[in-house]
């Protein structure tokens, strides 16, 4: 079934852990996105990539990481996790002037 | 301002009854317009579109756009338990990131 895929569904996290959390497509979308979402403040954008090989900085960037090798991964990496980053991360992607993204099923990340 | 405001709700119905979701916008410079649902523990589908001013219909939904007044609707009719969900309002920013921008949500149980 086409879509994007997300991995771990959930993760518990120790403060001061490097995790990656992984995306992947399989609708040779080329651009992607990192959404959290967190009760009272919507979705709101971290990272995107339009096509592979370029990325840019979202609404809040800070302390997350992308790269975007090829068209199909786009994975999100947290360095050094904190409190402050427990949400969850919906991975998107959408064609060229596409109307509406498709969503991933979401990763549930509580840093302690 | 938010760029994009949504009455967060939660909104409770008896089956059967019209629904209202609306969301308001600052930008006079925006042209798509999306509803997305999204049930609990899952990521956001996309559930209508429209461009510029004027209804859509799709069954039992219809969005509507007023750009005069930077208002944008989603009115169900013969709501159903199936449509308990959280409805998001979100809008494409045409710059270079071609960014959705999300309202904060509104959440909706209809009461069978």
């Known amino acids: 079934i086409a879509g994007i895929t997300q991995a771990p569904t959930s993760q518990i996290l120790a403060a001061g852990r490097r995790m990656t959390l992984r995306c992947t497509q399989d609708?040779?979308?080329?651009?992607m996105y990192w959404y959290r979402q967190d009760l009272g403040l919507g979705l709101r954008l971290i990272h995107y990539s339009n096509t592979a090989g370029t990325t840019g900085k979202g609404e809040v960037p800070d302390g997350y990481s992308v790269s975007r090798a090829n068209t199909d991964d786009f994975p999100l990496t947290l360095a050094s996790a904190v409190p402050s980053q427990t949400s969850v991360y919906f991975c998107?992607?959408?064609?060229?002037?596409?109307?509406?993204?498709?969503f991933g099923s979401g990763t549930r990340l509580t840093v302690v | 301002q938010k760029e994009v405001e949504q009455d967060p709700g939660p909104l409770s119905v008896p089956e059967g009854a019209i629904v209202s979701l609306n969301c308001t916008y600052s930008?006079?410079?925006?042209?798509?317009f999306m509803w997305y649902r999204q049930y609990s523990r899952k990521g956001p589908e996309l559930l209508m579109y429209t461009y510029s001013s004027g209804n859509k219909e799709d069954g039992r939904f219809t969005a509507q756009v007023d750009k005069s007044s930077k208002y944008i609707s989603l009115f169900i009719r013969d709501s159903q338990p199936s449509d308990s969900a959280t409805y998001l309002c979100?809008?494409?920013?045409?710059?270079?990131?071609?960014?959705?921008?999300f309202g904060t949500g509104t959440l909706l149980a209809v009461q069978p």
């Open positions: 998107a992607s959408t064609t060229p002037g596409g109307y509406g993204y498709t």
């Open positions: 979100a809008i494409r920013d045409g710059g270079a990131t071609n960014k959705l921008i």
């Open positions: 930008n006079s410079a925006f042209q798509y």
């Open positions: 609708m040779r979308h080329n651009a």
